[in-house]
């Protein structure tokens, strides 16, 4: 199964986020056959190895970041 994680470097902000949930949810309606998860580089969750660990668990064998 194929999976896209949208990788973004964080911020202290929560509201920073807003963008990319948004950009993530628009993902899922236009592809409903890729696994689509956030991840950030810092002050923010999950990490990338959270992600790619959650992704892995859900059946994504292929993982475009």
């Not at 236009?30 to 991840?39: D, I, R, Y």
């Not at 959270?50 to 475009?64: C, F, P, Y």
């Given at each position: ?20 949930d ?27 190895e ?16």
């Open positions: 199964m194929k999976a896209i994680i949208l990788f973004g470097h964080g911020a202290r902000d929560a509201r920073w986020r807003e963008p990319f948004r950009l993530a949810g628009l993902w899922r309606d236009q592809h409903p056959n890729t696994l689509v998860e956030l991840a950030f580089l810092e002050m923010m969750q999950p990490s990338l959270e992600a790619v660990a959650g992704l892995s668990s859900r059946g994504a064998n292929q993982i475009t970041i």
